[in-house]
């Protein structure tokens, strides 16, 4: 207890390890810890520990619609634009790759080159997870209730000349992660069908009277600003 409450974490055969993390209140002593290496042969823990509930969201109720432009965009105007586009690192991994391909399976600078794109591959996924992660919690902590578009992942990614977008956008997680964090605050995500055409209707009446072809206009806080 006094090592963990140090943030020092003891195993069998290496000792007291120090503990590395962003904690501002450190949790509990945990029931259960998983040590893993990853490619890049850094040592990673995980840990089960009772935290204290997350507060909850203000009672009312948000469409979040998802694209490529924006990663995200809520029915009260709220957008969140797209993650950083890494391509100088995304070049570079390519560069990578291209030198490890030459190089004799089981030589040293195969090995060298190998653990630099695992380092650069990690750094590129830390991006998009922490991209994510800011989104998702604005969206879950401004609302109780969200409202989500099913979404066929596999069938968009068959659009090749938009599959690296709609990779980078990470479309499928940001879904993922607003479903757990809604429910950790107590509130509930409603799931609107994929086919319902939601970018064809307008929220004001008038402008729906005066033009009933409005699929090229864009979702709907397009057209009310377009009619502001």
Not at 60 to 65: A, F, Q, S, T
Not at 69 to 94: E, F, H, I, M
Not at 150 to 175: C, I, P
Request: net charge positive; proline share 5%; hydrophobic share 35%.
């Amino acid at each position: 207890m006094r090592a963990w409450a140090d943030r020092r974490l003891i195993l069998p055969g290496l000792g007291p390890c120090r503990l590395i993390d962003s904690f501002t209140d450190w949790p509990s002593m945990p029931k259960m810890v998983t040590v893993r290496r990853d490619a890049c042969g850094d040592y990673w823990i995980s840990f089960m520990a009772k935290v204290d509930h997350l507060p909850q969201a203000p009672d009312r109720k948000i469409g979040v619609d998802v694209g490529i432009t924006d990663l995200a965009v809520t029915s009260d105007g709220w957008k969140s634009g797209q993650q950083p586009v890494c391509k100088k690192k995304a070049n570079r991994l390519r560069r990578y790759q291209r030198q490890m391909s030459r190089r004799i399976p089981g030589s040293t600078r195969r090995g060298t080159v190998k653990r630099r794109a695992a380092r650069l591959q990690r750094d590129i996924a830390n991006i998009r997870k922490d991209f994510v992660h800011k989104v998702s919690h604005e969206i879950t902590s401004s609302a109780r209730t969200v409202v989500l578009e099913t979404l066929n992942v596999k069938g968009m990614l068959s659009n090749h000349h938009l599959a690296r977008s709609l990779s980078n956008a990470s479309l499928g997680e940001l879904h993922r992660q607003i479903d757990y964090k809604v429910k950790q605050r107590g509130g509930t995500v409603i799931r609107v069908d994929q086919w319902e055409p939601t970018s064809k209707r307008c929220s004001n009446p008038y402008l729906r009277r005066r033009n009933r072809h409005l699929t090229a206009l864009g979702p709907i806080l397009d057209l009310s600003e377009l009619w502001e």
